[in-house]
Each structure stands twice: as structure tokens, then as C-alpha cells.
């Protein structure tokens, strides 16, 4: 079975500050696919990244960063100079190779910026 | 390019009850999977459908149903409603899969919100 943590349940920051949003999974398949998702209070799940177990390459886009670590089971999401437009709700979640829509979620890091 | 569309919004149900919610895919996405987000148990899979076929289910009691139509939309079905139903109900689509199975990118509609009293 698979299984993703999400330990931080919430998070305050203020604007312009960096923060890391933590996610560990776990899994016994060794082709899988890792994501990030962001939900705003409209509720739309809205995608962010998609890695593969094959690649560890680490990924900047703007002010996001991702960083996947096998050996640790980790991958985990950094927003820097953060903005009040990124307060949402962010989900790491976890496909394994042959279910192709079953996604395992993590619990969810509800990520609050202010001025 | 439409995204996936819910309807509808917001319903209230009563508990004995049974409702219907419909979800029309991005056109050309084949895949139409639904998932159940609730505060205690967070987002559940609930089933995915392909071209018509179920092809992958959760862990959830028959009273939940679903189907899928030849132009791909898909409605999904809760019979004798209990107050544990009420929740954010997503649905998602995505492309066939030009890769590994796996491998697809899920767009998720904004979601219908059942409330059960």
C-alpha cells in the first residue's frame, strides 16, 4: 500500500518569506510518480509538478522549487519570496506505475500568507 | 480550452436520500476518475472510468456508483445518503496516456459540495 505524510499542518508566514512544505512517501514500487497540488478556497485541485522515481533532478519554476530525495523518501516544496496569492491548501500525492488516476494524497499543509 | 466542469455546486440532501452528480471531462480526455475530500479522511479515490469501463476502484460501499458516457462525461451516484457523505466530491480527467500508465497529469474540477442532513 502506498501511504504519503504530510507533518506540517499548517503554516504562517509572512510575505516575502521562503517556506518549505514537507512530504515523505512511502512505497514498495519502484516506478511511481510524485505530485504537487495546490487548492485555493474555490476547491479546484490546481497540478504543479509531476517526477518520476527516475529522476532526481531537483526543479525551480519562478518562485517554486522541488526537491526529491529517494534516499530519504522525500519531496518536499519550497516557495520563495512568498506572496498572499499562495495561501491555499497543498497536496503531495503518489501514483504508482499501472493505476493510471489512483492517487494517493497526503493530508494537506494549509499554507496561510499575510502581509 | 474548457476545463472539467461539475454540476452541481452545491447540493443538500436529505440522510435516505440518493443524488447524482455529472462531470463533463477536458474534451479529448478519455479518463474520468472521482474522489471524495473530507476534512476527517482527506481525499479518497473513489473510481475511475475508461472509455465507458471501470477501470480502477477505492474502498468505498456500493452506494456509491458511477458510470460513463461515449462522449466520456461521467456521473456518479450515492444511494441512501448518511450524514458521513457529505462532502467535496472532485472529479478529474485526463488524456490518454502517451506514456507509462501513470504517468498522465489529472486536471480536477472545482468540485460539487454535498451537504447531507
Known amino acids: 500500500a502506498q501511504k504519503v505524510t504530510q507533518a506540517q499542518t499548517e503554516i504562517s508566514v509572512v510575505e516575502k518569506e521562503d517556506v518549505t512544505l514537507d512530504c515523505v512517501y512511502e512505497t514498495r514500487d519502484t516506478t511511481y510518480y510524485l505530485f504537487w497540488y495546490k487548492q485555493p478556497p474555490s476547491g479546484e485541485l490546481v497540478f504543479l509538478i509531476r517526477r518520476n522515481s527516475f529522476d532526481e533532478q531537483n526543479e525551480i519554476s519562478g518562485r517554486y522549487s522541488w526537491n526529491f530525495q529517494k534516499s530519504t523518501s522525500s519531496f518536499n516544496f519550497t516557495i520563495t519570496a512568498s506572496q498572499v496569492v499562495d495561501s491555499a491548501v497543498y497536496f503531495c500525492?503518489?501514483?504508482?506505475?499501472?493505476?493510471?488516476?489512483?492517487?494517493?494524497f497526503g493530508t494537506g499543509t494549509r499554507l496561510q500568507v499575510t502581509l | 480550452k474548457a476545463g472539467v466542469t461539475q454540476t452541481p455546486r452545491y447540493l443538500i440532501k436529505t440522510r435516505g436520500q440518493q443524488v447524482t452528480l455529472s462531470c463533463s471531462p477536458i474534451?479529448?480526455?478519455?479518463?474520468v476518475s472521482w474522489y471524495q475530500q473530507t476534512p476527517g479522511q482527506g481525499l479518497q479515490f473513489l473510481f475511475e472510468?475508461?472509455?465507458?469501463?471501470?477501470?480502477n476502484k477505492g474502498n468505498f460501499p456500493g452506494r456509491f456508483s458511477g458510470r460513463q458516457f461515449s462522449n466520456s462525461r461521467s456521473e456518479m451516484n450515492v444511494s441512501t445518503l448518511e450524514l458521513g457523505d457529505s462532502a467535496l466530491y472532485l472529479c478529474a480527467s485526463s488524456p490518454p496516456e502517451a506514456g507509462p500508465v501513470g504517468a498522465n497529469v489529472l486536471t480536477f474540477g472545482a468540485g460539487s459540495r454535498l451537504t447531507v442532513l
Open positions: 500525492a503518489l501514483k504508482v506505475a499501472g493505476t493510471a488516476s489512483k492517487l494517493t
Open positions: 472510468y475508461f472509455s465507458e469501463t471501470q477501470r
Open positions: 474534451s479529448g480526455h478519455r479518463s
